[in-house]
């Protein structure tokens, strides 16, 4: 009797393997083609309701917060810029990027960096940049060069790095911006603007490089909240404290995690949040949530950090919810993107970012 249950319990285990092996395999083939349509729709939607001539747009609806201290509406912004070409070189489009990238010149940079902000309607720029738009550009034309084995933006980088370093990089420190007309920085650095694999790129493994590397990692704030301050503060030498803007404490993660340095804790925290659908744009330094709205960016940004680290049950997770939150009514007039229907506004930043995370797993 016993010899017999071994045996079906031999048979039964065959079977399961025989059963379940395809079975995992037509789930695979679903996923990956629920995202691929998911890309396609989403890359639609971007290239022809976001992107002008001149830049991308920051919203779909040009009466949103129009002409406010938020840019909105048709105002364009050097991270969409950046975060577009980073786009265009991961998916091997080489004629449009060389292309977008002489209009990001022509619509932002001045004074030897990239503004961060331009009005179409009034032709303004901002006097300033921000520090991480400008590594981000700096770091998509490295990645096109990586993507088609050439050395066409290799003086353009250097330039770019060497007005950085004298200007909102100066002595290592990654300030928040820099004022060309009054010469001056600020002395706070945002934790996210540390963006470690451009810098290892253009920098090397220096003692600069460990020091910002070091600065970043001192910023850790617990187990139970396993993000990083916000701030750091060069002449006080001290961290900021207080509430944690979500987004900008993932897209430090992102960072940490892209050079191999992404804490098990903070893998762990993003994972059992994702799962749960419980994302949320603001906590407290103790991890409590402070909001209940959630956004399709930061699910982008886990699907990032988990594809980045190697974590495929994050990016997993990250991809599931952040496909859950697209637009599928074709008769909208958002088919595609992320936003708003009852209002009609589709902000770039949350468009391009899970252009980027989808483009990080297509391709």
Request: no cysteine; net charge positive.
């Amino acid at each position: 009797m016993t010899q017999w249950r071994r045996y079906l319990t031999l048979v039964s285990l065959l079977v399961l393997l025989m059963v379940s092996g395809p079975l995992l395999n037509v789930q695979a083939d679903t996923d990956a083609q629920s995202l691929e349509s998911a890309h396609q729709a989403l890359t639609k939607f971007v290239t022809t309701k976001l992107v002008t001539k001149q830049g991308v747009k920051t919203n779909v609806n040009d009466q949103v917060n129009a002409g406010g201290d938020t840019a909105s509406g048709n105002e364009l912004l050097s991270e969409s810029a950046g975060l577009y070409l980073q786009h265009l070189a991961l998916t091997n489009q080489r004629e449009a990027f060389t292309k977008f990238y002489q209009q990001t010149k022509t619509t932002f940079y001045a004074h030897n960096q990239f503004s961060y902000r331009y009005n179409p309607r009034t032709k303004k720029r901002s006097n300033v940049n921000a520090t991480l738009d400008d590594l981000r550009i700096i770091g998509a034309l490295i990645q096109y060069d990586k993507t088609f084995r050439t050395k066409h933006y290799q003086r353009e980088i250097k330039s770019l790095w060497h007005h950085q370093q004298k200007q909102a990089l100066k002595q290592g420190h990654v300030a928040d911006f820099y004022d060309p007309q009054s010469k001056k920085r600020p002395q706070t650095g945002t934790l996210s603007y540390f963006d470690f694999l451009t810098l290892r790129q253009v920098e090397g493994n220096t003692k600069t490089y460990q020091k910002q590397l070091r600065l970043v990692q001192g910023g850790f704030i617990s187990r139970k909240m396993p993000f990083y301050a916000r701030r750091y503060n060069y002449h006080t030498q001290k961290y900021t404290t207080g509430n944690i803007n979500t987004t900008e404490g993932l897209v430090t993660l992102l960072h940490v995690a892209q050079i191999g340095r992404l804490k098990p804790s903070s893998e762990r925290w993003l994972l059992q949040q994702t799962k749960h659908k419980s994302l949320v744009n603001q906590y407290d330094q103790h991890g409590h949530a402070l909001t209940t709205d959630q956004s399709a960016a930061n699910y982008a940004l886990v699907m990032m950090i988990g594809n980045a680290s190697g974590q495929k049950a994050l990016q997993a997770a990250g991809q599931q919810q952040l496909l859950a939150m697209q637009v599928k009514n074709d008769a909208s007039p958002l088919a595609g993107g992320f936003g708003d229907e009852s209002t009609n506004t589709a902000y770039s930043f949350n468009n391009l970012m899970a252009l980027v995370a989808m483009d990080g797993v297509t391709h």
